[in-house]
């Protein structure tokens, strides 16, 4: 019998909104092959969010429309 480990993700490249202020509390993303990574501008060492696609993409949709 096999252990599966499941690949790891590449360096995730975060980014903040070309909105954002330099001195604001911001939340930075990164891609992810099935959804987004979201995590905390002001402590990114803390971790980050995963989102699915589908969950990520009600989210934008909805923003944009407000």
Not at 12 to 19: E, G, H, N, T
Request: glycine share 6%.
């Amino acid at each position: 019998m096999t252990n599966s480990v499941p690949a790891e993700l590449p360096d995730l490249l975060f980014r903040k909104s070309s909105y954002s202020q330099p001195t604001g509390n911001c939340v930075e993303i990164a891609d992810l092959p099935a959804g987004a990574a979201v995590r905390d501008s002001q402590n990114p060492t803390a971790g980050h969010l995963e989102v699915p696609g589908t969950e990520w993409s009600a989210l934008l949709a909805s923003v944009r429309t407000r």
